[in-house]
């Protein structure tokens, strides 16, 4: 089994409501807590296990803002456990999750510095490294119904553009849509074989710029977005 997230980069609208939500379950979780630094100040920042980075592609008026989640990858072959001097970096061999042992982390910064994604995120406070958990302290919890036994990112996602499942399946539903829509790994010429996948974007119809100085142009593109906004 290895389980992981598959996100579908044509849906997303980068609202961080996965990235707030991963937070508020994660500040009580296994690795708790998220210290925030100067939350009321002029530079608030702090420990997220869940980043969107958003660019623009294309030229006008062919173009598109792309929202592209980030955390760990709980790649197959991840040099951040290979590099850590103390054992505290660490893949489950029941589901493929990697996880920092806060009991024997040292807070070297070795973990981070070996992966490509910038998913490794040092506590101040603590001294620890911290990063995404797949939420495990909630996936495997008996206690709550089935059907809620996901990451709390996948839950709150109102564009559903947020997948969780087992991606050594052939058969389940994030391995289905992955061999459906062309799913794709981060960097995989780096070799880590990350499990998260990403759907990518559908192309759409191209704007013809031959009309864009002609008198009513503007009107008949707020007409075309109106109508993809009450799909």
Not at 38 to 53: C, D, H, K, L, T
Not at 111 to 123: H, N, Q, V
Not at 129 to 140: A, H
Not at 171 to 177: C, G, H, I, K, L
Request: hydrophobic residues 30%; proline residues 7%; glycine residues 8%.
């Amino acid at each position: 089994m290895r389980l992981g997230l598959v996100i579908d980069l044509d849906v997303c609208v980068g609202c961080h409501a996965c990235a707030i939500a991963c937070k508020e379950w994660n500040a009580s979780g296994t690795t708790a807590p998220l210290t925030d630094y100067q939350p009321y100040g002029a530079e608030p920042s702090g420990v997220w296990f869940n980043r969107i980075r958003s660019y623009e592609v294309g030229e006008y008026p062919n173009n598109k803002t792309i929202n592209f989640p980030m955390s760990c990858m709980h790649c197959e072959d991840a040099d951040c456990v290979t590099v850590c001097p103390t054992g505290a970096s660490y893949k489950r061999a029941e589901d493929g999750i990697v996880l920092v042992d806060q009991n024997k982390c040292m807070g070297c910064n070795y973990c981070s510095w070996a992966c490509p994604y910038g998913a490794r995120e040092l506590d101040r406070e603590s001294g620890t490294m911290k990063k995404c958990t797949l939420c495990v302290d909630r996936i495997y919890d008996q206690q709550i119904p089935m059907e809620e036994r996901q990451p709390a990112c996948v839950l709150t996602c109102p564009a559903h553009a947020r997948m969780f499942g087992d991606l050594d399946d052939p058969n389940s539903a994030v391995s289905s849509v992955v061999r459906e829509r062309g799913g794709y790994q981060l960097m995989p010429e780096l070799g880590y074989n990350p499990t998260n996948h990403y759907l990518p974007v559908r192309k759409a119809k191209p704007i013809p710029t031959e009309n864009l100085g002609k008198p009513g142009f503007k009107d008949k593109i707020k007409g075309i977005a109106n109508r993809i906004v009450k799909r």
